[in-house]
């Protein structure tokens, strides 16, 4: 199994930034990717970005060019830094690593206020 604990989000004006922290219990590059999904009320979860163990990296198109996902292996931790924040970016953020299956952390809440 793997845990995964997050820290970071919170309330932001839009055109502002946050930055999202995952570290893994296990190593990250033991882990085949991790990355960040997001849910908005009433919306399907849908890919941030993705960093697989070999630095191959994927963007959900709504992000593209504002948001940057990077890995700190002496911290054994994944950043998600996101930039110019839209009222639309307000949902539940989730880390997630995959290692043979899908694992998520709890979430945390990023809200752009307008």
């Known amino acids: 199994q793997v845990q995964l604990v997050e820290s970071g989000g919170g309330l932001v004006q839009a055109g502002g930034s946050l930055r999202l922290s995952c570290t893994p219990s296990?190593?990250?590059?033991?882990?085949?990717?991790m990355g960040w999904y997001r849910q908005a009320p009433g919306k399907q979860r849908e890919l941030v970005a993705t960093?697989?163990?070999?630095?191959?990296?994927s963007y959900g198109d709504s992000v593209k060019d504002r948001f940057s996902i990077s890995t700190d292996t002496g911290e054994n931790t994944v950043y998600l830094q996101m930039n110019n924040l839209k009222p639309e970016d307000t949902a539940v953020y989730y880390c997630s690593a995959f290692y043979f299956e899908m694992y998520w952390g709890l979430g945390s809440q990023v809200t752009v206020s307008s």
């Open positions: 960093i697989t163990n070999r630095g191959t990296i």
């Open positions: 296990k190593r990250i590059i033991s882990l085949f990717f």
